[in-house]
């Protein structure tokens, strides 16, 4: 998984209601990010973001519905995957940007709110996987490229791989506190490419002990 992505909201062509829509998000953001989703208000963010009220209630309908947008914008703008060559290479790409983003102060905040939103919300949960899925899934060739390389074996599991990197620095960011830095984005990187290389991806845990009686 990345979550490296430009601003929420920044403007993109599209005429008036490309600019109401990236107003809206990036107010949407900057609130959550300040005060969490139990303080997200419809009306606050029109105010805010100079956007009639019946605007953004016919549009949004409800906090949950911004938030689902949202994940969507911030899926279009984020970043293309890396290709450098080889699977370390390119899951340490991935890990900086995923540090990058959550060591940043604002980013950081807003996915921690979305992230807790989404443990009482189920729209806001499904919002939230369909926004990995899609990283997910852009991210996913890297493997199949370390596959044909002859990196790792055949059958290795691409979420897997991709989750191993990205785990760490989210248990960082909401359980443990400790620093989201270039270590510990090489040390993610390092240990997935290194258990994705032996195979520990490729099948659950029960074939490969059956497979080793």
Same mark, same amino acid.
């Given at each position: 998984?990345?979550?490296?992505?430009?601003?929420?909201?920044?403007?993109?062509?599209?005429?008036?209601?490309?600019?109401?829509?990236?107003?809206?998000?990036?107010?949407?953001?900057?609130?959550?990010?300040?005060?969490?989703?139990?303080?997200?208000?419809?009306?606050?963010?029109?105010?805010?973001?100079?956007?009639?009220?019946?605007?953004?209630?016919?549009?949004?309908?409800?906090?949950?519905?911004?938030?689902?947008?949202?994940?969507?914008?911030?899926?279009?703008?984020?970043?293309?995957?890396?290709?450098?060559?080889?699977?370390?290479?390119?899951?340490?790409?991935?890990?900086?940007?995923?540090?990058?983003?959550?060591?940043?102060?604002?980013?950081?905040?807003?996915?921690? #709110?979305?992230? $807790? &939103? +989404?443990?009482?919300?189920? !729209?806001? @949960? /499904? %919002?939230?996987?369909?926004?990995?899925?899609?990283?997910?899934?852009?991210?996913?060739?890297?493997?199949?490229?370390?596959?044909?390389?002859?990196?790792?074996?055949?059958?290795?599991?691409?979420?897997?791989?991709?989750?191993?990197?990205?785990?760490?620095?989210?248990?960082?960011?909401?359980?443990?506190?400790?620093?989201?830095?270039?270590? #510990?984005?090489? $040390? &993610? +990187?390092?240990?997935?490419? !290194?258990? @994705? /290389? %032996?195979?520990?991806?490729?099948?659950?845990?029960?074939?490969?002990?059956?497979?080793?009686?």
């Amino acid at each position: 998984m990345t979550e490296e992505l430009v601003a929420p909201g920044s403007v993109r062509p599209g005429g008036r209601t490309a600019r109401v829509r990236a107003a809206v998000l990036e107010v949407a953001g900057d609130l959550l990010a300040e005060h969490g989703f139990a303080h997200l208000d419809l009306a606050d963010v029109a105010t805010r973001a100079d956007v009639g009220k019946t605007t953004v209630y016919r549009r949004w309908r409800t906090p949950t519905g911004l938030i689902a947008d949202l994940l969507v914008d911030m899926a279009e703008q984020s970043l293309p995957r890396a290709a450098t060559g080889s699977l370390l290479g390119d899951l340490t790409a991935n890990a900086q940007l995923v540090a990058k983003t959550l060591a940043d102060p604002r980013q950081g905040r807003l996915f921690r #709110a979305v992230i $807790a &939103a +989404a443990t009482c919300d189920e !729209s806001t @949960a /499904a %919002a939230l996987r369909r926004f990995y899925d899609v990283r997910l899934a852009e991210w996913a060739p890297c493997i199949a490229d370390a596959v044909a390389r002859g990196e790792v074996p055949p059958g290795t599991d691409p979420r897997a791989v991709l989750t191993a990197v990205s785990g760490p620095l989210y248990y960082r960011l909401l359980a443990s506190g400790d620093p989201i830095d270039e270590h #510990a984005a090489h $040390a &993610a +990187a390092e240990s997935a490419a !290194s258990a @994705a /290389a %032996a195979g520990i991806f490729t099948a659950p845990w029960e074939s490969r002990t059956d497979r080793a009686r």
